[in-house]
Nanobody, 115 residues
Framework: QVQLVESGGGLVQAGGSLRLSCAASASIFSTNVMGWYRQAPGKQRELVATVTSGGGTNYADSVKGRFTISRDNAKNTMYLQMNSLKPEDTAVYYC?????????WGQGTQVTVSS
């Protein structure tokens, strides 16, 4: 069964940190580019960061210098370390696997940053 399972969301005060995890099935992780998206209420889903199988990364301008994406290929797990969180980071965060024929999505984890 192909799946992506996020964890690590929660409520944190502005300036705080959270670490999200995404556990994936091996078949959709090992060679795929992986990414984190987020969707705030009333807004479109937006790309936060991506990481290639070799560890190359890209970030949205809004999170550069605060968020770090990484992956552990031995554990089929991707991470998003989020520091200096702001209220505008509040959203449901989704992990995604960029497949050859289709993309795969997790169910999402809520991140709420209070001011």
């Amino acid at each position: 069964q192909v799946q992506l399972v996020e964890s690590g969301g929660g409520l944190v005060q502005a300036g705080g940190s959270l670490r999200l995890s995404c556990a994936a099935s091996a078949s959709i992780f090992s060679t795929n580019v992986m990414g984190w998206y987020r969707q705030a209420p009333g807004k479109q889903r937006e790309l936060v960061a991506t990481v290639t199988s070799g560890g190359g990364t890209n970030y949205a301008d809004s999170v550069k210098g605060r968020f770090t994406i990484s992956r552990d290929n031995a554990k089929n797990t991707m991470y998003l370390q989020m520091n200096s969180l702001k209220p505008e980071d509040t959203a449901v965060y989704y992990c995604m696997s960029f497949g050859t024929l289709r993309n795969y999505w997790g169910q999402g984890t809520q991140v709420t940053v209070s001011s």
